[in-house]
């Protein structure tokens, strides 16, 4: 925890004050914070600020804000994922909240196991986003959409994301095309499921503007693709 995620509400007085006991157990076993100290503190949707502990007990830390500073800037990326093994999705999340992504969009496609919509993993998605958030010292979580029907979403909402100036790409190991670096501009990126995407998906996805592209002969997993997708496009940010 690199930041104490708050709501607005528990900042509403000149006090502020942290209750959640999986955030005090953080405060005080691994931090051990004690009167005096400094923490840096963000509210959700808001700024980061630099506050002073004012008490501490073992249900409740109060803190006084000194100073604020703006969160870090978001990637300009819309992630559509073919929806991972529930054991994946943790991960997913959380990576792809600390790495600044835009916006996530979950996605059915045929080599997705239907049993992983049912996975109770995916009411904890919040969850998920908060740990992303307070691991990167951000405070505005990204939109998260899920759409179970791939054909649907492939030529009805797909569309609407790409624009001159914001292409999308689908990370296809078998495409002629190599997927740009350090780009200057936002764009959509399409992750398919550990078997990929079979011909007619790739297809339906360029035929609605996708642009397939490769990361050359080696196939990754999702939760590695993720990051070295994001990490070359945006390498000048």
């Known amino acids: 925890m690199n930041i104490v995620l708050l709501d607005a509400q528990q900042t509403a007085s000149e006090m502020w004050s942290v209750r959640s006991p999986r955030q005090l157990q953080h405060l005080q076993q691994h931090l051990e914070i004690k009167v005096g100290d400094q923490l840096k503190v963000g509210v959700r949707a808001e700024q980061r600020y630099l506050t002073e502990v004012i008490t501490v007990s073992s249900d409740e830390v109060q803190l006084k804000p000194i100073s604020s500073q703006a969160p870090p800037a978001k990637l300009p990326v819309t992630l559509i994922v073919a929806m991972p093994r529930p054991k994946v999705l943790r991960r997913?999340?959380?990576?792809?909240?600390?790495?600044?992504?835009?916006?996530?969009i979950l996605l059915h496609s045929y080599r997705v196991d239907k049993s992983y919509w049912q996975s109770p993993l995916l009411k904890q998605i919040d969850d998920y986003v908060t740990l992303g958030l307070e691991?990167?010292?951000d405070t505005h979580a990204p939109q998260i959409e899920i759409y179970q029907r791939f054909k649907p979403f492939v030529e009805d909402i797909f569309p609407q994301l790409i624009s001159d100036s914001r292409p999308a790409y689908v990370a296809h190991p078998y495409a002629s095309t190599t997927m740009p670096a350090s780009i200057q501009h936002g764009c959509s990126v399409v992750i398919g499921p550990e078997g990929g995407f079979i011909p007619y998906e790739i297809d339906l996805l360029t035929a609605n503007g996708a642009q397939a592209v490769s990361l050359g002969l080696r196939i990754l997993r999702t939760e590695t693709a993720i990051p070295f997708v994001l990490g070359r496009l945006f390498a000048s940010v």
């Open 92 to 104: 997913l999340i959380m990576d792809s909240v600390t790495l600044g992504v835009e916006k996530i």
């Open 135 to 137: 691991q990167a010292g």
